[in-house]
T-cell receptor, first 114, second 117 residues
Framework: DTGVSQNPRHKITKRGQNVTFRCDPI?????LYWYRQTLGQGPEFLTY????????KSRLLSDRFSAERPKGSFSTLEIQRTEQGDSAMYLC????????????FGDGTRLSIL | AQKITQTQPGMFVQEKEAVTLDCTYD???????LFWYKQPSSGEMIFLIY??????QNATEGRYSLNFQKARKSANLVISASQLGDSAMYFC??????????????FGTGTRLKVLA
């Protein structure tokens, strides 16, 4: 079990630029989740995949955000035309299917918008 | 709608004492799961304990136990014999069983625990 891996760990970019984050889940996990966490708050759900299918997206997720999970393995989260309010920690988690299956989190990607 | 409420922004506990972190939830689904996670200052989210809505006994994992009161919709985390390394942010989370059309996890706002030497 090598754990959930996220890259990069930190990303600093200018407002208006596009950014892409990558998440490599635990290999046998078929569910993958993306969250956003701001200081002092709990993780806020963005979207999740079962295998390669994106099954749910938060209504808070604007059209500037898109996520993919080609072939049901790694996932990418892209933010287009970044805004100041996008500054946050972006967390990825994976799990096996099943109600009692906990999510295993990566260390996150911290995004800072200048 | 799903909701998790953690009413204690911060808690202090003396080393070796027990502490209870409160969590209440709201759901219309009969099938759901409740989770507690620990997030140290280093940032990683660590799974601690799980309780299913149909579980008749309270969950226990080492020094962690979950005081599950279904009628009151509460799922409080009890940490026994607190250690300095328990100082962290603690999040309660819920996942519904799909009856309401969603399988996502919802997190509370967290409780910051500080263990005093």
């Amino acid at each position: 079990d090598t754990g959930v891996s996220q890259n990069p760990r930190h990303k600093i970019t200018k407002r208006g630029q596009n950014v892409t984050f990558r998440c490599d889940p635990i290999s046998e996990h078929n569910r993958l989740y993306w969250y956003r966490q701001t200081l002092g708050q709990g993780p806020e759900f963005l979207t999740y995949f079962q295998n390669e299918a994106q099954l749910e997206k938060s209504r808070l997720l604007s059209d500037r955000f898109s996520a993919e999970r080609p072939k049901g393995s790694f996932s990418t989260l892209e933010i287009q035309r970044t805004e100041q309010g996008d500054s946050a920690m972006y967390l990825c988690a994976s799990s096996l299917q099943g109600m009692n299956q906990p999510q295993h989190f990566g260390d996150g990607t911290r995004l800072s918008i200048l | 709608a799903q909701k998790i409420t953690q009413t204690q922004p911060g808690m202090f506990v003396q080393e070796k004492e027990a502490v209870t972190l409160d969590c209440t939830y709201d759901t219309s689904d009969q099938s759901y799961g409740l989770f507690w996670y620990k997030q140290p200052s280093s940032g990683e989210m660590i799974f601690l304990i799980y309780q299913g809505s149909y579980d008749e006994q309270n969950a226990t994992e080492g020094r962690y136990s979950l005081n599950f009161q279904k009628a009151r919709k509460s799922a409080n985390l009890v940490i026994s014999a607190s250690q300095l390394g328990d100082s962290a942010m603690y999040f309660c989370a819920m996942r519904e069983g799909g009856g309401s059309g969603t399988y996502k996890y919802i997190f509370g706002t967290g409780t910051r625990l500080k263990v005093l030497a």
